[in-house]
T-cell receptor, first 117, second 113 residues
Framework: GAGVSQTPSNKVTEKGKYVELRCDPI?????LYWYRQSLGQGPEFLIY????????DSGLPNDRFFAVRPEGSVSTLKIQRTERGDSAVYLC???????????????FGEGSRLTVL | AQKVTQAQTEISVVEKEDVTLDCVYE???????LFWYKQPPSGELVFLIR??????QNEISGRYSWNFQKSTSSFNFTITASQVVDSAVYFC??????????FGQGTTLQVKP
């Protein structure tokens, strides 16, 4: 597709369950970001990949959160032992790295809305 | 610290009024980029503009204009002759040297007919 694709668009789960959220970036974009957005708040940075490796994972709130991007394209955000406070919209974005420098704008997907009951 | 502050939580104007959205940032990096994004009710973030730290020229795009002042660490956004379709949440963001993009809390703009 032309844009960033995120699945599922909605996920309802029970407290304590494991959840995976998938992001398919724009073809050719080597940088991939995950953000979390709670109601009425700005997007909160979680993790950023350049290629397959996490360039900055300083935003992951705790060790229940983990993300992978094994082939440098699709990424999966994994949340273990979900808590009610994890309920939010999880946004994925990708950008182009030009000349070795990541200066481009981020293109966002529509997000995955996670509700933990 | 690296931070973006949008002090205005909500602004309400009547159509055709001009409105300015404030953004103040903090970073120790010498090279950085500033962005504005729009988030309409549908939820998807839409890119509006990018400026780098070495280019302080103001920019105008139709009814939109941006004023970047390094001396005050501000990157304000003005909408001239606002329209109902401008109603959205607007986010200012700072991209630092590592590539991380940090968002402000957003300003909700309501334009009434």
């Amino acid at each position: 597709g032309a844009g960033v694709s995120q699945t599922p668009s909605n996920k309802v789960t029970e407290k304590g369950k494991y959840v995976e959220l998938r992001c398919d970036p724009i073809s050719g974009h080597t940088a991939l970001y995950w953000y979390r957005q709670s109601l009425g708040q700005g997007p909160e940075f979680l993790i950023y990949f350049q290629g397959t490796g996490a360039a900055d994972d300083s935003g992951l709130p705790n060790d229940r959160f983990f993300a992978v991007r094994p082939e440098g394209s699709v990424s999966t955000l994994k949340i273990q032992r979900t808590e009610r406070g994890d309920s939010a919209v999880y946004l994925c974005a990708s950008s182009l790295i030009s000349g070795g420098s990541n200066t481009g704008e981020l293109f966002f997907g529509e997000g995955s809305r996670l509700t933990v009951l | 610290a690296q931070k973006v502050t949008q002090a205005q939580t909500e602004i309400s104007v009547v159509e055709k009024e001009d409105v300015t959205l404030d953004c103040v940032y903090e970073t120790r990096d010498t090279t950085y980029y500033l962005f504005w994004y729009k988030q309409p009710p549908s939820g998807e973030l839409v890119f509006l503009i990018r400026r780098n730290s070495f280019d302080e020229q103001n920019e105008i795009s139709g009814r939109y204009s941006w004023n970047f002042q390094k001396s005050t660490s501000s990157f304000n956004f003005t909408i001239t002759a606002s329209q109902v379709v401008d109603s959205a949440v607007y986010f200012c963001a700072l991209k630092v040297e590592t590539g991380k993009l940090i968002f402000g809390q957003g300003t909700t703009l309501q334009v009434k007919p």
